[in-house]
């Protein structure tokens, strides 16, 4: 019988794209994987793994049992849920992950809620990226995570798990003090933007080309912040998300040379039928209310 934890090693694999990078990942070491590989290859009686250069890739055959694995992975995570289900109070431990400004904003005021509403929950949070975090959830060692995306993106998610909106952030235009000498002209004004790469990134580039000029991007943050930061000491001028731009000392005016109508999205992810589980839906419902309520 095949082993179903060795056949989540060979799911990891799969998802990080190398022993090495599984390894590193599970805080496991290159050895053991290799070890748990070639046990597994020996239940399947089949070649799982061949190598390629100074590396290896997953033959047919282990590429057929990663699907299985995900089927029965599926089955698993609905089991565990319709149990947790039967059990009247929320318990057990919740693994939460959010980007920079969800964190500021709502996750302190959502790990409240949640302790004041359900004391055995116990939650436990990091800040991550999206697309590290997507393979955190789909190796199951978070059962959720809260992303964002801009108009005209999108974060692919695995088929094995299931986003849901949960608030639209409008995003505005905001030019630094010293672009008033240059009459607001946002073609004149230095930028900062997310670092190039990114979907938010090529997103601010686009609607800078759509409104006819070549931004000059000369700082470059993932940190909304400091995005933020720099528009207030006159540095530069940003594209601010609603949630960021009230975090302002003072209030801000966007700018009226550059009018917006686009929102980034604000979603959860988590896996496929883990949605059911008791503890995910307490933390959906809370953070939902606290989103509308920012």
Known sequence: MLDVRRLVLLREVH???????????????????????????????????????????????????????????????????????????????????????????????????LHERHPALDVRFQQVEPEEGLLLVSSRRLDMLVVDSYPGTTTPTPEELEAEVLMQDPIHAYLPSSAADDGDDPARARWVLEPSGTESHAWGRRVCHEHGFEPDVAFESDDLLFHLRMVQAGLAAAFLPDLVAREADEPLTPTASLVLDQSRSISIVCRRGAQRRPAVRACRDALAEILTAL
């Not at 969800?102 to 959502?110: F, V």
């Open 15 to 113: 998802l990080r794209g190398s022993i090495t990078a599984a390894a590193r990942a599970l805080s496991y070491t290159h050895s053991a994987v290799s070890q748990q590989l070639a046990l597994l290859e020996k239940e399947a009686g089949a070649p799982l793994l061949e190598k390629v250069g100074r590396g290896v890739r997953l033959t047919p055959a282990a590429e057929d049992l990663v699907q299985r694995a995900g089927e029965i992975l599926l089955i698993l995570e609905r089991a565990e849920a319709d149990l947790a289900a039967t059990d009247e109070q929320v318990r057990g431990t919740l693994r939460l992950a959010a980007f920079s400004t969800i964190s500021r904003s709502a996750i302190p005021e959502l790990v409240r809620t």
